[in-house]
Each structure stands twice: as structure tokens, then as C-alpha cells.
């Protein structure tokens, strides 16, 4: 997980959209950026590349950025807050599941985000933990977190003892740590990853990876 000090005054935006138009301006500079991060790494990012993949005028972009921290970090912020999105809506109780099922959702989602962009979803780990969080993007990150406690708390016995929040926290430096290793890789295969992660993860919770979800 990332550090918790404030977000720095230059990381902060110029100013908030606060127009459709100019909320679409912020995308556009946030998908070009994205672009660059995927295809050409940090090497290659900058706010003139930035603002060339986007379209836009390096002006346009100095508008809302201070300069490229700024771009990361608000990169960073919108990638946690639909991750916690994704997760929360994985999680959602269905009747008559067991907790391992709810399990297998959330990796499905965790192994998707990475490799839908692995070059892209390593980069923005990194960054997250080099700079500091600002209040949403901490907000994201205690949310994924509480989601996968809220399924460990479902197993009742089954984790009978069990650190709830510490385990919480482990799990997600676990799958974090093997997703971003195979997203260096080439031709990772989603159901190769998903069985790795859920053989660590259960290994970690004292549960047989061979169990069934239902």
C-alpha cells in the first residue's frame, strides 16, 4: 500500500473541472497519458508527450497541472477510485454463496485490472507508493481494503482467529506483488494468474487451494 502523508500543494490540480467541457479536457489529458505510461513507460512520459497523445495544447494542460507529478497523481487517484468501484460491486453478497466465492470474483476483478494494461497497472503501483495520497485516493484504497475484510469476515469459523484487517492488508500486498510480476511478462494468461493469486491468497488464510467456490 502506499504512503498516507497529504498530497503536496504542487501534486494538487490547478483547478477542479467544474464544466462537462472541461471535465472532458481532464479525461482526454488523463487517457493520453495513460497511453503514453503503456506503451513507452516513465521513459517516455512527460507533459509534452502527455499533451500531444491528448490532443491538446501544453497550455490546455497547464491549466488543470501543475506539471507531471500532478498528471500521475490524479492518474493514480482515478485508477483507485474505479478499482474500489470494480471491488465493491464484486463483492455484493449473492444468497447462498460461500465467502470463497466472493473470493473469486474479487480476483477475477484484481487479475482483469492488471492485465487489461499490465505495463500501465505496475507503473501506477509504483507511483502510488512514491508519492504521497491525496484524501480520495487514500479513501479508495481503505475502501478495496475494508471490502476484502468484509468477505473474510463472512467465513466465520472457517478463519477463526484470523487478524481480520491485518490479513486484509496482507492480501492486497499479495496480489498486488504477484499481479505486478506477471504483468512484466509476456502473454500472461488470466487463468494461469487468477490460480496463482488464489493459491497464495488461500495459502495465506490456511485454506486449501482446492477447495471448491460455491
Not at 39 to 52: H, W
Not at 118 to 140: G, K, S, V
Request: one cysteine or more.
Amino acid at each position: 500500500m502506499a504512503n498516507s502523508h497529504p498530497r503536496t500543494p504542487p501534486l494538487a490540480p490547478r483547478k477542479r473541472p467544474r464544466q462537462r467541457r472541461s471535465a472532458a479536457t481532464v479525461e482526454t489529458i488523463l487517457d493520453g497519458a495513460a497511453r503514453i505510461l503503456e506503451a513507452g513507460g516513465l521513459e517516455a512520459f512527460n507533459t509534452n508527450a502527455v499533451a500531444a497523445r491528448a490532443g491538446v495544447s501544453v497550455g490546455s494542460l497547464y491549466q488543470y497541472f501543475p506539471g507531471k507529478d500532478a498528471v500521475m497523481a490524479a492518474l493514480v487517484r482515478r485508477d483507485a477510485l474505479g478499482f474500489a468501484a470494480q471491488v465493491e460491486a464484486a463483492i455484493a453478497p449473492r444468497p447462498g454463496e460461500s465467502w470463497r466465492a466472493a473470493v473469486d470474483r474479487l480476483l477475477d476483478v484484481a487479475v482483469a485490472h492488471q492485465l487489461d494494461s499490465p505495463r500501465l497497472a505496475r507503473i501506477l503501483d509504483f507511483e502510488e507508493a512514491r508519492l504521497p495520497l491525496d484524501a480520495e485516493t487514500a479513501q479508495a484504497e481503505a475502501a478495496i481494503q475494508a471490502c476484502i475484510a468484509g468477505v473474510l469476515l463472512r467465513a466465520g469459523d472457517d478463519l477463526a482467529g484470523l487478524d481480520i484487517d491485518q490479513a486484509a492488508g496482507d492480501l492486497v500486498h499479495i496480489a498486488r506483488a504477484l499481479t505486478d510480476a506477471a504483468g512484466r511478462g509476456e502473454g500472461a494468461s488470466s487463468e494461469d494468474l487468477k490460480a496463482r493469486v488464489r493459491r497464495a491468497v488461500l495459502g495465506y488464510l490456511g485454506v486449501a487451494a482446492n477447495m471448491t467456490a460455491t
